[in-house]
């Protein structure tokens, strides 16, 4: 261990699919000691899977492989570690690869691999011991899909990567290991934080929060994305912690982007839940506490973080095959497209003549997967978009094989799009649970620059985990219940009071909505209700809506239930992750006193 009072950690992918280029940008762009790469997401797991039935020596992003054959002659040079989580199901097989290349480019590497989060195998042991996977999102019980079931992966925290920053490697795969732990591994590995020091250890798993999505904290997917001056060679993000647990956001200079305080909040209410329990595997971060502070030109300080002790239980993603699903479009255009449409919906649906599990139609284009209140306007040219779900496959088919079939027996004005006939895809379905920590070990292998192997393995029991109990802080009532703005009332958008970023948790949408200023969000705290918000998506929101509030981000956060057609691989929507529906909220016409506007 170290004894620096400050390290640099900078992120370089958000997702799998990301810039292949970010990697050398960031070794080459300015000093840094840790780089991080998250590729995993629940749809990323499910693909992961996939790709392993169709090769068993696949199961992990071949792009992280791309990159470092690459990168490795500068990661030893600017003697950067690197750690991801891009080994997916099958981390030691891309150790392994990465452990040949070393080898052949005759460099001083070891190579990490962090494996055990795969209990597959165990389900039945466990289940006899008493674990019984329980849907946390539905309730539903795990008997009606254990025949179904195809992958089984614990979400680890930052320890067993610590343990491989122990040993020297300077490269580290992981399998399921959040986002957040491979952030907060170098943190705890360089400072020597104890595993139980809570506030310390929410302030790492804030920070990996904050990069874990790439550009979306400089400046990607920002509301006021004409703030931004450049998106060419936009700038990843940078942590520069102190040993405190106080830390900056920011990116080398010269490179596009943006970091302001505006981008860092948008990405800290992206995908939440509760604030006052964002539970990590590591521990419970409060979101409720956190602070942030202009500190310079692309710099914020964050501060004041606290939290509560690691959960008794870790979060198990578990996937199962549910049947199949296919979706295909037609290009409409001309006048009066969308009575053209709904014939058009109306012809085919006849013809096909089938009952699937679940079907949707959409006119993208036309405001369809917004409320209907911003959906009254008629475009000249549009895409009319249909899907199904069903077990069947048979069913599946016949619906890709008469979706052609309207081009030349329906109106006038119509096109294929290029896409083809629809086939069916499975569906690999999400059945989120948890599972007791002291039954999860986690295997670290490491392999060194001869390809030799050696194991260890690593017990995530603890003693003095609680489960998370939801709590509010009382925030500041009394300027609420005070005199709320006058003067006359003028029509606007919620986008004139506020800025706004969604996210998805399985059929769950989340939206964070930020006040402007202090005397917007004490408005917005009475008037941006549940009622109001389940009233405008009335037809998209089929569950509960729930609010939370942030006094300390100036910011409301909504968790939209039953939301995205199941969520992940299971919904037919166009959007499935619910990444526009923040920007659809912003629409929301709303009557507020014209003296808001001038905060």
């Given at each position: 261990?170290?004894?620096?009072?400050?390290?640099?950690?900078?992120?370089?992918?958000?997702?799998?699919?990301?810039?292949?280029?970010?990697?050398?940008?960031?070794?080459?762009?300015?000093?840094?000691?840790?780089?991080?790469?998250?590729?995993?997401?629940?749809?990323?797991?499910?693909?992961?899977?996939?790709?392993?039935?169709?090769?068993?020596?696949?199961?992990?992003?071949?792009?992280?492989?791309?990159?470092?054959?690459?990168?490795?002659?500068?990661?030893?040079?600017?003697?950067?570690?690197?750690?991801?989580?891009?080994?997916?199901?099958?981390?030691?097989?891309?150790?392994?690869?990465?452990?040949?290349?070393?080898?052949?480019?005759k460099l001083p590497i070891k190579v990490g691999v962090i494996r055990?989060?795969?209990?597959?195998?165990?389900?039945?042991?466990?289940?006899?011991?008493?674990?019984?996977?329980?849907?946390?999102?539905?309730?539903?019980?795990?008997?009606?899909?254990?025949?179904?079931?195809?992958?089984?992966?614990?979400?680890?925290?930052?320890?067993?990567?610590?343990?491989?920053?122990?040993?020297?490697?300077?490269?580290?795969?992981?399998?399921?290991?959040?986002?957040?732990?491979?952030?907060?591994?170098?943190m705890m590995y360089e400072f020597g934080w104890a595993i139980d020091?809570?506030?310390?250890?929410?302030?790492?798993?804030?920070?990996?929060?904050?990069?874990?999505?790439?550009?979306?904290?400089?400046?990607?997917?920002?509301?006021?994305?004409?703030?931004?001056?450049?998106?060419?060679?936009?700038?990843?993000?940078?942590?520069?912690?102190?040993?405190?647990?106080?830390?900056?956001?920011?990116?080398?200079?010269?490179?596009?982007?943006?970091?302001?305080?505006?981008?860092?909040?948008?990405?800290?209410?992206?995908?939440?839940?509760?604030?006052?329990?964002?539970?990590?595997?590591?521990?419970?971060?409060?979101?409720?506490?956190?602070?942030?502070?202009?500190?310079?030109?692309?710099?914020?300080?964050?501060?004041?973080?606290?939290?509560?002790?690691?959960?008794?239980?870790?979060?198990?993603?578990?996937?199962?095959?549910?049947?199949?699903?296919?979706?295909?479009?037609?290009?409409?255009?001309?006048?009066?497209?969308?009575?053209?449409?709904?014939?058009?919906?109306?012809?085919?649906?006849?013809?096909?003549?089938?009952?699937?599990?679940?079907?949707?139609?959409?006119?993208?284009?036309?405001?369809?997967?917004?409320?209907?209140?911003?959906?009254?306007?008629?475009?000249?040219?549009?895409?009319?978009?249909?899907?199904?779900?069903?077990?069947?496959?048979?069913?599946?088919?016949?619906?890709?094989?008469?979706?052609?079939?309207?081009?030349?027996?329906?109106?006038?004005?119509?096109?294929?799009?290029?896409?083809?006939?629809?086939?069916?895809?499975?569906?690999?379905?999400?059945?989120?649970?948890?599972?007791?920590?002291?039954?999860?070990?986690?295997?670290?292998?490491?392999?060194?620059?001869?390809?030799?192997?050696?194991?260890?393995?690593?017990?995530?029991?603890?003693?003095?985990?609680?489960?998370?109990?939801?709590?509010?802080?009382?925030?500041?009532?009394?300027?609420?219940?005070?005199?709320?703005?006058?003067?006359?009332?003028?029509t606007i958008t919620l986008q004139e009071l506020a800025y706004a970023?969604?996210?998805?948790?399985?059929?769950?949408?989340?939206?964070?909505?930020?006040?402007?200023?202090?005397?917007?969000?004490?408005?917005?705290?009475?008037?941006?209700?549940?009622?109001?918000?389940?009233?405008?998506?009335?037809?998209?929101?089929?569950?509960?809506?729930?609010?939370?509030?942030?006094?300390?981000?100036?910011?409301?956060?909504?968790?939209?239930?039953?939301?995205?057609?199941?969520?992940?691989?299971?919904?037919?929507?166009?959007?499935?992750?619910?990444?526009?529906?923040?920007?659809?909220?912003?629409?929301?016409?709303?009557?507020?006193?014209?003296?808001?506007?001038?905060?």
């Amino acid at each position: 261990m170290s004894v620096k009072d400050s390290i640099r950690i900078g992120n370089a992918g958000g997702y799998w699919g990301d810039d292949l280029s970010a990697l050398k940008r960031q070794l080459t762009g300015g000093q840094l000691d840790y780089i991080t790469l998250d590729f995993l997401a629940e749809i990323t797991m499910s693909i992961l899977q996939k790709q392993r039935q169709r090769n068993p020596e696949l199961g992990y992003a071949t792009d992280f492989l791309t990159q470092i054959k690459e990168c490795l002659p500068l990661i030893v040079e600017k003697k950067v570690t690197v750690i991801t989580n891009a080994g997916g199901i099958n981390p030691l097989g891309l150790g392994q690869q990465i452990a040949a290349v070393v080898q052949t480019m005759k460099l001083p590497i070891k190579v990490g691999v962090i494996r055990g989060d795969d209990v597959m195998p165990q389900l039945d042991v466990l289940m006899s011991s008493g674990e019984k996977f329980t849907n946390m999102e539905t309730g539903e019980p795990f008997d009606q899909v254990r025949p179904k079931v195809t992958s089984a992966n614990i979400y680890f925290g930052a320890e067993p990567v610590v343990k491989a920053l122990e040993a020297g490697c300077q490269i580290i795969v992981t399998g399921r290991v959040t986002d957040t732990g491979i952030t907060l591994a170098p943190m705890m590995y360089e400072f020597g934080w104890a595993i139980d020091d809570w506030d310390k250890i929410a302030s790492g798993i804030v920070a990996g929060h904050i990069i874990e999505c790439g550009c979306q904290a400089t400046g990607g997917n920002i509301t006021d994305w004409k703030d931004v001056k450049n998106f060419h060679s936009i700038g990843y993000p940078i942590i520069e912690m102190k040993s405190s647990g106080d830390f900056f956001v920011t990116k080398h200079p010269n490179t596009g982007g943006l970091v302001s305080e505006n981008t860092v909040k948008e990405q800290l209410v992206y995908e939440m839940g509760d604030p006052a329990n964002y539970i990590a595997p590591d521990g419970i971060a409060r979101f409720d506490s956190i602070h942030l502070k202009q500190a310079g030109k692309d710099r914020v300080r964050v501060f004041g973080i606290t939290g509560k002790p690691a959960p008794t239980h870790l979060k198990i993603s578990i996937s199962f095959d549910d049947g199949w699903k296919a979706s295909g479009e037609l290009l409409l255009s001309g006048p009066n497209i969308k009575a053209k449409a709904k014939t058009m919906s109306e012809i085919f649906w006849k013809r096909l003549g089938h009952t699937y599990e679940a079907t949707r139609t959409e006119l993208i284009g036309s405001g369809s997967i917004w409320p209907k209140e911003l959906s009254d306007y008629e475009p000249n040219e549009s895409l009319l978009r249909f899907g199904v779900r069903d077990n069947d496959q048979k069913k599946v088919e016949e619906f890709g094989r008469l979706l052609p079939s309207l081009i030349l027996s329906g109106p006038s004005g119509v096109a294929v799009t290029g896409a083809g006939r629809p086939k069916p895809t499975p569906v690999v379905a999400y059945w989120p649970a948890l599972m007791h920590r002291n039954s999860a070990k986690a295997e670290i292998i490491i392999i060194d620059e001869q390809k030799n192997e050696r194991n260890t393995t690593l017990n995530l029991a603890r003693n003095d985990t609680v489960m998370p109990v939801s709590e509010k802080k009382s925030g500041n009532f009394a300027r609420r219940l005070g005199i709320m703005p006058k003067g006359k009332l003028k029509t606007i958008t919620l986008q004139e009071l506020a800025y706004a970023r969604s996210g998805d948790k399985g059929d769950t949408c989340n939206i964070g909505v930020l006040a402007r200023s202090p005397e917007i969000y004490d408005w917005l705290y009475k008037n941006l209700t549940v009622s109001t918000v389940k009233r405008f998506f009335k037809g998209i929101v089929k569950g509960e809506v729930k609010r939370y509030e942030l006094d300390n981000l100036l910011a409301l956060n909504f968790l939209l239930e039953e939301t995205l057609g199941g969520g992940g691989t299971r919904s037919l929507m166009i959007d499935p992750q619910g990444k526009t529906l923040s920007q659809a909220l912003l629409q929301m016409p709303m009557q507020a006193p014209s003296s808001l506007l001038k905060k």
